[in-house]
């Protein structure tokens, strides 16, 4: 079987190094380079591709920005490749994932990647539920270390767009999705307020409402309101409220 | 303050401890007199001789003795005229004490009697007593130059752990394993794809080692020392980088070998790389420039990346600062300019003069 692959690396030097290796493993074929998470994430989606090699030092978005926005539901089986990061290698050996350290050799890589064919064919329909690395709970762990994100990736149609979390001003919640507030305009999100409230430093986001959650620096005045409740305004005119049962969020302040 | 007051304890108790020296000598001198007067009376004198001794303590604080230089004979000349006058008056409140003590107020006043003894007093204790004021210069001298000694070995030490630090750092931080690593696997991949390539990287990356390990232990080193350093870290990065990376350097001749702080550049330049080019995918331009003028070289580091944006300071800069800081005494600026979308400009001005040759 034929195996579609993906190269992510910011460096180029670095991708020619992975396909140098790829030459002669005809049964893989590279369907794609990226030189950024950003796309990445567009060639997973509209590659699908069945084995993606993922650097993870990358600007802006880096590669476990990638799986987070991809989805590590969604993520296709992943041979991860860092230079060094004692952090990430603490949460691969916990959750027995293979990577591969810069600079590899052959053998290593024919090795991991050995491993990651074995992954993909049991992945394949008719082969039973997939037994490949677990990515989301890599990610859950990751995600107790680093709990904060500075980006985040927001998907208009078929373009992605990266937000400066600092560039948010407020969120608010819409059934199943959250809309987020940036500077004159808005981007629709498919989360949950809990699960992006988690993602954001609370020195600078707090809930105020069932439906908002507020980046502080945007926030001109506070205003009694009735029932306990208070308005807040916003820098840009907007008006919110801070509910009651929010209160002790902004509790400092009141 | 503890100590300050510590000081004055001692001063005081010296001052006492005289007193009680001379009580007994006079006792042994004049066994007739009543021991405890002789105390009452010595105490006294020497209290007030003491009181005297502050003012040449304080004349000392501002006119201090710095060196045996005969260019400072004015401050000589001066400390012996104070002291001289100091111990003359002294005496005179010396006499007056002990006329008061030994006869009361009457015979003390009768100026016939004052004037007959006092000659005799003068030449009796007049060259002690200025020997006593002269050991109170020499004291708060020797104290001064202690203290001043002390300051300095601090600081010698201070900037020791500083520079210990950045070379540390230079090993660490800018050669950080990232950086090693990643060149290391550029090369693996140059050797197939350009052998002549991967030969160059790697004698690049020789260069680069060598010449972090073999810093020399001073602090200061001429720009075109520091400028190799920076070089060879930038040829590697360059290959990292490839199309990314545009480096230009303007640094006219006759400053290269104008003496800078060792390390100083490099923690700017990797910052330039981190925050302005490398958090972008596209290209990116670094600038690296130098000018002087009559007192100060001026170093500008300038990148086209997002923008340095105030309160974010890394450790690397705070390390910068404070080696500065350590060597130049304020006397250098170091100043960050920061245009959202348009990049960051470092300037650092630092006096031509050298700190070595001021501080000896």
């Given at each position: 079987m034929n195996l579609r692959a993906l190269v992510v690396d910011d460096e180029a030097l670095a991708r020619q190094r992975i396909r140098h290796l790829l030459r002669r493993s005809t049964d893989i074929e590279v369907v794609g380079e990226c030189a950024d998470g950003l796309e990445a994430v567009k060639a997973i989606e509209e590659?699908?591709?069945?084995?993606v090699f993922l650097d993870i030092q990358m600007p802006e978005l880096d590669g476990f920005g990638v799986v987070e926005a991809v989805g590590a539901d969604r993520m296709p089986p992943t041979l991860f490749i860092t230079a060094y990061d004692q952090h990430a290698l603490k949460a691969f050996e916990v959750h027995a994932l293979d990577y591969l350290l810069k600079p590899f050799s052959p053998e290593r890589f024919h090795q991991a990647l050995e491993r990651a064919r074995r992954w993909c064919q049991r992945n394949?329909?008719?082969?039973?539920?997939g037994t490949g690395p677990d990515l989301e709970a890599l990610m859950a762990s990751l995600r107790q270390d680093r709990?904060?994100?500075?980006r985040l990736l927001v998907r208009q149609g078929d373009r992605h767009i990266l937000v400066r979390t600092?560039?948010?001003q407020w969120i608010e919640a819409e059934d199943n999705y959250v809309r987020l507030h940036v500077e004159g305009t808005s981007y629709l999100q498919r989360q949950t307020m809990t699960g992006l409230l988690m993602r954001l430093d609370p020195a600078q986001f707090r809930r105020i409402h069932r439906s908002a959650i507020v980046n502080l620096d945007c926030i001109q005045e506070f205003q009694p309101w009735t029932g306990g409740d208070h308005l807040v305004i916003m820098r840009d005119g907007t008006r919110l409220t801070l509910s009651r049962t929010y209160r002790e969020q902004v509790g400092e302040w009141l | 303050m503890q100590t300050a007051g510590m000081k004055w304890r001692w001063y005081w108790g010296i001052w006492g401890l005289m007193g009680l020296y001379m009580a007994t000598w006079d006792m042994v001198m004049y066994p007739a007199s009543p021991a405890l007067r002789l105390l009452l009376l010595n105490l006294l004198q020497n209290g007030v001789w003491g009181l005297l001794g502050l003012y040449l303590i304080w004349l000392a604080d501002r006119h201090p003795i710095e060196s045996f230089a005969w260019s400072r004979w004015r401050t000589w000349i001066l400390h012996l005229l104070a002291s001289v006058l100091v111990a003359a008056l002294g005496l005179f409140l010396a006499y007056l004490i002990s006329l008061l003590v030994d006869a009361g107020w009457e015979k003390a006043l009768d100026l016939k009697a004052f004037r007959k003894g006092m000659p005799r007093f003068y030449r009796a204790y007049f060259h002690t007593n200025l020997l006593f004021m002269w050991a109170v210069v020499a004291a708060f001298h020797a104290l001064r130059i202690y203290r001043k000694y002390k300051a300095r070995e601090v600081e010698a030490a201070q900037l020791e752990a500083r520079f210990a630090e950045a070379q540390n750092l230079a090993l660490?931080?800018?050669?950080q394993p990232h950086f090693l690593f990643n060149t290391l696997h550029s090369i693996s991949a140059l050797v197939h794809a350009d052998p002549d390539g991967a030969d160059d990287m790697i004698s690049r990356l020789g260069d680069f080692l060598r010449m972090t390990l073999e810093a020399p232990p001073d602090q200061m080193v001429p720009l075109r020392k520091e400028l190799a350093f920076i070089r060879a870290y930038l040829a590697i990065e360059q290959v990292r980088f490839q199309d990314r990376l545009r480096v230009e350097m303007e640094v006219p001749a006759e400053l290269l070998d104008l003496r800078v702080p060792s390390f100083i550049l490099q923690p700017l330049v990797e910052n330039a790389l981190k925050h302005g080019l490398a958090d972008r995918s596209r290209n990116g331009t670094l600038r690296l420039g130098a000018s002087r003028d009559s007192e100060y070289l001026t170093l500008e580091v300038r990148d086209d990346g997002e923008g340095f944006q105030p309160g974010r300071e890394g450790t690397g800069l705070g390390n910068v600062r404070a080696r500065l800081g350590l060597i130049y005494k304020g006397r250098h600026q170091l100043d960050l300019i920061g245009a959202p979308g348009r990049g960051t400009l470092v300037v650092l001005r630092l006096p031509l003069a050298e700190p070595d040759a001021e501080a000896s």
């Open positions: 590659l699908s591709p069945e084995l394949t329909p008719g082969n039973g539920p709990p904060w994100v500075d600092s560039a948010l | 660490r931080m800018q050669l």
